[in-house]
């Protein structure tokens, strides 16, 4: 039986489930928009215009986007933060003169922690971190969908392809670049009070590292993977197949979840109020590499990152981790 939100509620709260609306919506809402002003043909010249810019012109998602430092901070952006709520923890300064690659962990449903952190000044980032550019990275494919694109890079995201990531990374100072590590695959095993991570073969952003000189920051989500329920599927399992099938040719895929409603607290997409910590771990200087890095350079530096990695666990673990059902484990 479901229950239902009561009706009077502290404007507080209202405001902190419009904000996160907001970002749930965008993507159904773009779409929406964008079929509907597909029946109006006297619109059409536009869209066909809009569409070849998109598709045949506009090179920006491949050279770090259009950010827009009024929407990165709008005021939602704070009471999208205080809705579950989401916490940064800072264990060191960075040094704005060099640029530095945050790994963010885990993926969760849809990263809500990366987004909040490195896509808004929800968290109060640059002032956390003077002079250092964040450039939230996500697939070529969500810069295809009419608007949503834009939206998101008005919040500094572009394309995690190779190319964007290092036209970024080497476009000055400060410039830096957050990768969810562990991407669509790690989605699927995204269960609360689990912290599974896709690390092992992730040797993807550690070279990047080490061909453009740039520092590691190993960055752990406590609390990313409870705020959705994940209905779990067997290996074995049709299902199972269907999601695989759609990662490897679309290079996304979609867990089967459930969450709450703006309205009721037991079904929807909405995220859950659970607390989130967002711990930002020390950088891990890295010294440029002339040419390709070796497998030993790949390898001692990975292991460098997930001893890293597993540190910021082991301190913060009995704070923000309490209701854990196991520890973190690296599964692949």
């Not at 890079?153 to 476009?171: D, F, H, T």
Request: net charge neutral.
């Amino acid at each position: 039986m479901a229950i239902f939100a009561p009706l009077i509620l502290p404007v507080e709260r209202r405001l902190q489930t419009g904000a996160v609306l907001v970002w749930i919506a965008a993507l159904g809402t773009s779409f929406t928009v964008f079929f509907y002003l597909c029946t109006i043909r006297y619109l059409w010249p536009f869209i066909i215009i809009y569409l070849l810019w998109i598709l045949m012109v506009d090179q920006a998602p491949e050279h770090g986007g259009r950010r827009s430092l009024l929407w990165r901070n709008w005021i939602g952006w704070t009471y999208f933060a205080r809705y579950f709520p989401m916490t940064l923890i800072k264990e060191g300064d960075l040094d704005p003169s060099k640029n530095y690659i945050f790994g963010y962990h885990p993926h969760g449903i849809i990263s809500l922690g990366a987004v909040c952190t490195f896509g808004t000044e929800g968290l109060g980032f640059s002032k956390n971190y003077p002079g250092i550019i964040p450039t939230l990275l996500t697939l070529q494919s969500n810069f295809q969908i009419p608007f949503y694109r834009d939206y998101i890079m008005a919040m500094g995201m572009a394309s995690v392809s190779k190319q964007s990531c290092e036209r970024i990374l080497n476009s000055g100072p400060g410039n830096s670049i957050t990768i969810v590590v562990g991407g669509a695959q790690e989605s699927l095993g995204a269960k609360p009070g689990t912290l599974d991570l896709t690390l092992k073969k992730r040797l993807g952003f550690i070279k990047l590292a080490l061909v453009n000189g740039a520092s590691l920051v190993p960055t752990l989500a406590f609390g990313e993977n409870d705020l959705y329920e994940l209905y779990s599927t067997d290996h074995t399992s049709k299902m199972y197949h269907v999601q695989q099938c759609m990662k490897n040719v679309l290079g996304w895929t979609m867990p089967m979840f459930n969450g709450r409603g703006v309205f009721n607290y037991e079904f929807g997409l909405m995220p859950r109020r659970k607390p989130v910590a967002i711990v930002i771990g020390e950088a891990i200087h890295v010294e440029k590499v002339e040419g390709s890095p070796s497998t030993e350079q790949l390898e001692a530096l990975q292991k460098q990152y997930i001893d890293a990695l597993l540190g910021i666990w082991d301190r913060y673990k009995d704070t923000y981790a309490v209701g854990r059902t196991q520890d973190l484990q690296i599964i692949e």
